[in-house]
């Protein structure tokens, strides 16, 4: 049984004192929530005083963003050992505004994979096809090349330690959520590769999980399709009402 992951990507939101406040407000709303991984993305700036305040709490904290080298001349970068000195567990890898704002590529979605597994960062891999894509019936096919590509080279063992985030592009911020049969058709599509890349157990054991205008009026029925274990939060996650709401569905 696959422990399901909720996770707030804050994106470029929050100051400092906005990101503690949240973070020790949540902490104890997850008290009593051991049956949920919940993960918070605060942006940079505020990944230290926020890891301050998780001390002792279930709740996780991931990095929006890293680099892959390990230290070196990249201005403006983090690393994974970066990240994982100030109690980082997670990092969100491929994002899509990643992809199309920041020229980020299946190949470079690798290089930081290997690199935050090497440094024992878990990475939470994000997928998701265009409205062009998705309106040409493209979906399968940019999937599973973002899936071959950007998981290449990863061995069995590490794989363990790997989450998929299906957020199909034309869904984030939008509004727009993809209906939970289609979601649990990529989801499923997802299994089925990871289970003839890495062995049958691999396809159910690892997270997939579901981000794009998710609430918590419909986290209900996303979780509700067993493929689907769990959800990458933006604009919803912002707040803590809101969030609560979609840990607690
Ligand atoms: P959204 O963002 O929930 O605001 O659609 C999701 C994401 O970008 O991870």
Known sequence: MIKPIIAANWKMHKTVAESVDFSQRLAKECEDLDEREVIIAPPATALYAVSQTLKGSTVRLSAQNMHWEEKGAFTGELSAPMLADIGCHYVLIGHSERRTLFGETNETVNKKLRAALHFGLKPIVCVGETLKEHESEATFEVIKKQVNEG???????????????????????????????????????????????????????????????????????????????????????????????????
């Open 151 to 249: 998981l290449n080279n990863i061995s069995t063992g590490d794989i363990e330690c790997v989450s998929i985030a299906y957020e199909p592009v034309w869904a984030i911020g939008t509004g727009k959520t993809a209906t939970p049969e289609l979601a649990e058709e990529v989801h499923r599509f997802i299994r089925e590769m990871l289970s003839s890349g890495f062995g049958e157990s691999v396809g159910t054991e690892i997270a997939v999980i579901y981000g794009g205008s998710v609430t918590p009026h419909n986290i209900g029925e996303l979780m509700a399709k067993p493929t689907i274990n769990g959800a990458l939060v933006g604009g919803a996650s912002l707040d803590l009402e809101s969030f609560t709401g979609i840990i607690r569905y």
